[in-house]
Structures are given as structure tokens and as C-alpha cells.
């Protein structure tokens, strides 16, 4: 079947964000070697993906997962046309990818206060203070930053929570310096109709190309908040390769959307991704073998099937 020729409301072209060296792998019990998330980031980096996280700069004492980030940013070799990237939520953190380094940095704050008190430590406003001595300064030594704003469809301890004060964050982190603020689904709750609700809100106050959506796909709905963000107008998602994935901070937060199954879909429907599905399909063979348990992207299990042209 031919690609169907995209809608004029829906976009030619999206960026993917892989996160699965990061989001998927601070949530595995095992610990992974670190030469083996080497060997998954440049499986990805073979299969076109052009934007990706590599790790954390955050205590280890937190996430022992990511401890090793400083070596994997030695370890991988670095591409032309790749912005490697990874989390960072202090003055520590940018130190740490300095001397690495790294491409961009992430900072992160939740639009739950309980969500943010568990993750980071902190109060919303302390967190917000946390990056003022790391987002200007990155932005001068020539960082991108990115900004996250967490449990933005849902919060694991308050419940619903109101897209207003996420918000009001993504301006404060875009008025800081951040290029672009990704609103995480970090429990993967969101539908369609909400979706579409949070992006018209942000609509108002943002240009969409500030905006990505980063869905979790715990109950199943991450692709059609997908859809529901592509008629919206956003041209960025962040997905996790075989649906690795999770916040270990939110509980019940397992399984990013597969980055398979969100090419296969873009590419189904026509939408250019610069990602070889084939290949991409071989880098989640590589998560499952690293993490060795069976992952649960769709099309990581089912196959790829090409689409006849
Ligand atoms: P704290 O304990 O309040 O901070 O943690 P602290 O300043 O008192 O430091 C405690 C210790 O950590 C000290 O070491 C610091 O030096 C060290 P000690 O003196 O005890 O030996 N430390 C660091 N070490 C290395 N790198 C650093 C660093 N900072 C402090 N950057 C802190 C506060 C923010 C550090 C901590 O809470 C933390 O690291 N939290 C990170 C939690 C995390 O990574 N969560 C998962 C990522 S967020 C997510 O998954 C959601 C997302 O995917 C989007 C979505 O799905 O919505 C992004
Ligand atoms: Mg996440």
C-alpha cells in the first residue's frame, strides 16, 4: 500500500527524540554495562535517529542507572548532524556535561508538586531556582537546552492536574533559555480529546515548533495522542526503541511509546522521519538483548512489514 498523501493539517516531516538510552534505561532493576549502551546508542544513531538521550547527569545515589553517563559520552563516537543529550537538574549536572562534552542538556520539572517533590527533591519554585545558574550558562558555553514539564495528562500521587500550570512552566523554561519544552505523559494516562485540549491551551502562548509531546504508553494510547498532536500542529515526539521505558519516580510509569511503532505509523501515513524502520527495528533487538527481557513495542514484536510502494 502507498503511503496516503498527508492532510493538509498533517505535517510532511517530524523529529524524533529518542530517549530509550535514558528514559528506558534508568527504569531497568539490572544494572546495564555501559559498553552495551554504547552499542544501543550507535545502533540508533546507524538507524537515522538524529536527536537522542544518552543519560543522565543526576546523583547517583538517585538513579544508580545513569551513573555512568560520563563514560558513555567518552565511550560513544560522536556523529556529525547528531545532537547527543542528556538530563540534567543542577549546577552539578551542567558541570558534568561540560566536561563530557554533550551536545544539549534537559532539565525537568513536573506540573504536579508531589510528582516534583519525589523526583527532584524540591518544591516546583526551588526547582525553577535549581536552573538559573544551569540554563543561561549553558545556552553561552553553546548548549541547547531542553525543557521537560512532567505529568502534564496526570500526576501518580494528586490525579488530574490542570494544564494551566504546566503552562505557565513551559513559558518560564522558554523565556530561560530552553529551544523547545517536551510535555511528558509520564504515566502514560492521556487521550485524545485531552491532548487535543492541553495543545490548543498551549497553542495560544507558543509556537508549536516549541512544543513536543513525550507520551508514555502505559494504557495503550500514546499513538492516538500521536495523531491527535500531529492535527495539532506538533512536528516533535519523543519515543523509546521496543518500548523501553519509565519514570522511577512514578510509579506505574512503564513504557515510553516505541520509536518503531511511531515511525511505522508516521511513515504509513506518508510523514518523513530520515529513520530507516529496518534498522531501527535491529536497534530495539539490541535494547532487548542488552536489557534481556522481552520488550513491549508493537511492531518490535511483530516485525516490520515493508509497505509496497
Ligand atoms: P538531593 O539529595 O536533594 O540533592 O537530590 P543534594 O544537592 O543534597 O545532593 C545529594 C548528593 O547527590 C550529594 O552527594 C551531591 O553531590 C550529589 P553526597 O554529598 O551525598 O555524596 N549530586 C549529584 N551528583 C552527580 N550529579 C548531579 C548531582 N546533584 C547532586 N547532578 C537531585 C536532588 C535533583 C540531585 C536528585 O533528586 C536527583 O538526581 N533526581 C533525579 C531523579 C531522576 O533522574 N528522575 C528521572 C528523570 S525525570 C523523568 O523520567 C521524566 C521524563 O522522562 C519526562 C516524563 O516522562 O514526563 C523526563
Ligand atoms: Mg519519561
Not at 495523531?227 to 519523543?238: H, R, S
Not at 511503532?261 to 506518508?270: E, K, P, Q
Amino acid at each position: 500500500m502507498k503511503g496516503m498523501d498527508p492532510g493538509s493539517k498533517l505535517p510532511s516531516k517530524v523529529s524524533v527524540y529518542e530517549v530509550s538510552p535514558r528514559d528506558g534505561l534508568q527504569n531497568e532493576s539490572a544494572q546495564v554495562a555501559t559498553h552495551a549502551k554504547v552499542r544501543l546508542i550507535e545502533a540508533l544513531v546507524d538507524a537515522g535517529v538524529r536527536r537522542l538521550e544518552v543519560g543522565s547527569f543526576v546523583a547517583p545515589k538517585w538513579v544508580p542507572q545513569m551513573a555512568d553517563a560520563d563514560e558513555v559520552c567518552r565511550m560513544i563516537e560522536r556523529r556529525q548532524g547528531v545532537t547527543y543529550a542528556c538530563l540534567c537538574p543542577n549546577a552539578t549536572g551542567l558541570r558534568r556535561a561540560i566536561a563530557a562534552n554533550i551536545d544539549e542538556i534537559a532539565v525537568f520539572v513536573s506540573a504536579s508538586e508531589t510528582h516534583n517533590l519525589k523526583n527532584v527533591n524540591k518544591t516546583v519554585a526551588q526547582t525553577l531556582k535549581a536552573f538559573e545558574p544551569v540554563i543561561g550558562p549553558a545556552v553561552e558555553r553553546g548548549l541547547t537546552v531542553r525543557g521537560y514539564v512532567s505529568t502534564m495528562w496526570g500526576c501518580p500521587y494528586e490525579g488530574d492536574v490542570d494544564p494551566a500550570k504546566g503552562l505557565t512552566l513551559a513559558k518560564h523554561l522558554l523565556d530561560a533559555g530552553c529551544y523547545q519544552v517536551s510535555l511528558g505523559d509520564t504515566i502514560g494516562v492521556g487521550t485524545p480529546i485531552q491532548t487535543q485540549r492541553i495543545v490548543e491551551l498551549f497553542a495560544k502562548d507558543i509556537p508549536l515548533e516549541k512544543i513536543a509531546l513525550h507520551l508514555h504508553d502505559t494504557r495503550g494510547t500514546a499513538l492516538a495522542n500521536v495523531l491527535a498532536g500531529l492535527q495539532m500542529g506538533i512536528t516533535t515526539f519523543d519515543a523509546s526503541v521496543a518500548g523501553l521505558g519509565g519514570c522511577p519516580y512514578a510509579p506505574g510509569a512503564a513504557g515510553n511509546l516505541a520509536t518503531e511503532d511511531l515511525v511505522y505509523t508516521l511513515h504509513g501515513m506518508g510523514i518523513e522521519t530520515g529513520i530507516d524502520l529496518e534498522k531501527l527495528w535491529q536497534a530495539g533487538q539490541v535494547a532487548e538483548a542488552i536489557v534481556g527481557r522481552d520488550l513491549p513495542g508493537k511492531v518490535h514484536r511483530a516485525g516490520v512489514r515493508s509497505l509496497a510502494k
